[in-house]
């Protein structure tokens, strides 16, 4: 991140001034009430950036990941390691159950105070994570969603990803145009939404929502790295989750459930990538080699699906360069 000294980057109206050293260091000068938010791929450097930040910044890091707000699993979602988190003050990680449903809903009711608090300390939220639909729902919202059917949660739930797609394509052509069919997450959302409504989720989302923010607090910063090189991170990142117990971690969180929870698909810490992966590794239908070769490439394709996102819904950021070792 070289450059001038100083960069004017106009967002919503309001002069941002990011300053730039001759190491390519950044600091960002705006109102008291601005909020940052670093977004990027998995295994892209948010974290070492976040630290960085945070340290220059009087900065108290958010996490706005949704699996990394699951105290399970810190290995397999890539928390940032205690030793990380003693270097700044860190918030809404681990803080969940398992068997939570957590969702933007709550999260938003959890960070919104805290952001607040931060604020009032006279400090500087920096929401780091890759789940930007949390942040957006910050500034535009969140849409006003009925309760959902358990029935019908249930037989959505038991679908596979291709027969939720179909299904999805044949009831809510709408949705579907909009979505991934790799994103069964969402998919299996939207369904639930049509079949327990009778209306498409695009029309939930258009009813006006309360917005906590003004756009114009937030500074948006995004990780940027070569494709090749951010692949290999991940394959080497996956690697090293087998080596430092992922398998043990996965083990110790699936006898929080029932067999049948297990298959059912209803939890979300469950869907993690990795999760299944390891889970069909323990029952011999993968081998160790084939889980952990699934496991990269399903979290490169969910890093692709990050990117796409952060490129398609945000419009005024800064690209920063990841750092060489992360």
Known sequence: ???????????????????????????????????????????????????????????????????QCYADLAIVTARPTPEEMHQAPHRQFGVWDARDMGNAKRWQEEVIPQIHAVQAAGQVPILVGGTGMYVKGLYEGLAHLPELDEGVRGQVAALSGEQ??????????????????????????????????????????????DTPFDPAQFTYYAMQMARETLYAKINHRVEHMWDQGAVEEVAALAQQFTPEELASGRFPLLKAIGVPEILAYQAGEL??????????????????RQMTWIRGQVERLTWLESPASS
């Open 1 to 67: 991140m070289m450059g001038p000294d100083f960069t004017g980057d106009r967002f919503a109206d309001r002069m941002i001034l990011v300053r730039r050293d001759k190491g390519g260091n950044i600091s960002c000068m705006s109102h008291s009430n601005r909020i940052i938010v670093l977004l990027g791929p998995t295994a892209s450097g948010k974290t070492a950036t976040a630290l960085h930040m945070a340290q220059k910044e009087n900065g108290v890091i958010i996490n706005c990941d949704a699996l």
């Open 164 to 209: 939720a797609w179909h299904a999805l394509q044949q009831e809510d052509a709408v949705m579907a145009a909009q979505l991934e069919p790799a994103d069964t997450q969402r998919v299996k959302r939207a369904l639930e939404v049509m079949r327990s409504t009778g209306a498409s989720l695009s029309e939930w989302q258009s009813h006006p929502a």
């Open 287 to 304: 081998t160790r080699d084939e889980a952990i070769a699934t496991m990269q490439r399903n979290t490169r394709r969910y890093a692709k």
